[in-house]
T-cell receptor
Framework: AQTVTQSQPEMSVQEAETVTLSCTYDTSESDYYLFWYKQPPSRQMILVIRQEAYKQQNATENRFSVNFQKAAKSFSLKISDSQLGDAAMYFC?????????????FGKGTHLIIQP | DTGVSQDPRHKITKRGQNVTFRCDPISEHNRLYWYRQTLGQGPEFLTYFQNEAQLEKSRLLSDRFSAERPKGSFSTLEIQRTEQGDSAMYLCASIPFQGQETQYFGPGTRLLVL
């Protein structure tokens, strides 16, 4: 099974500021997907952004973007113009095995606090 | 709303009892996944199905755990002889087909074993 490491148990950012959440992973696959999921308190997991490993270009979804460094196996999430609704647990995920449709391995998560 | 649904949302049981959870994936999603999430941790992969076939099981899925998806639609996860260490959130997710890897998660079933 693959591994995912999120080294920041908690991060705090002022509203409207930018914050970056870090993630490193380990996989033996050459073609795979990487994901950031958000889990608000007592609510279900929702996808924030995903990256296909064969694509050089970093994925972007509105205020969310990633810095994907394939050789370093690094996949950080940048949230710009932070909003109160961004407060949640954020989980980085890579494939449990295979390229991505065979289940996911998640990190332990980063608790993001937005200060008004 | 046609998202992934799970039932029950909460379950309290005594150690040694059997429990069964149900997951209804999004209609026509052919892959279905089960995860376990303990407090303060990320979800851990348990098993997944493609239609009715169970294709992979993690080492976390001990002999006391069994999952089925008999008609390729809803799935059940049964835990026999529950232990206090089974207390966790059990999450279900689905995708429409391989090649569309984004998983859609249900709200989870929170299990407490006393």
């Amino acid at each position: 099974a693959q591994t995912v490491t999120q080294s920041q148990p908690e991060m705090s950012v002022q509203e409207a500021e930018t914050v970056t959440l870090s993630c490193t992973y380990d996989t033996s696959e050459s073609d795979y997907y990487l994901f950031w999921y958000k889990q608000p308190p007592s609510r279900q997991m929702i996808l924030v952004i995903r990256q296909e490993a064969y694509k050089q270009q970093n994925a972007t979804e509105n205020r969310f973007s990633v810095n994907f460094q394939k050789a370093a196996k690094s996949f950080s999430l940048k949230i710009s113009d932070s909003q109160l609704g961004d407060a949640a647990m954020y989980f980085c995920a890579c494939p449990y095995s295979g390229g991505g449709a065979d289940g996911l391995t998640f990190g332990k998560g980063t608790h993001l606090i937005i200060q008004p | 709303d046609t998202g992934v649904s799970q039932d029950p949302r909460h379950k309290i049981t005594k150690r040694g009892q059997n429990v069964t959870f149900r997951c209804d994936p999004i209609s026509e999603h052919n892959r279905l996944y089960w995860y376990r999430q303990t407090l303060g941790q990320g979800p851990e992969f348990l098993t997944y199905f493609q239609n009715e076939a169970q294709l992979e099981k993690s080492r976390l899925l001990s002999d006391r755990f069994s999952a089925e998806r008999p008609k390729g639609s809803f799935s059940t996860l049964e835990i026999q002889r529950t232990e206090q260490g089974d207390s966790a959130m059990y999450l279900c997710a689905s995708i429409p087909f391989q090649g569309q890897e984004t998983q859609y998660f249900g709200p989870g079933t929170r299990l407490l074993v006393l």
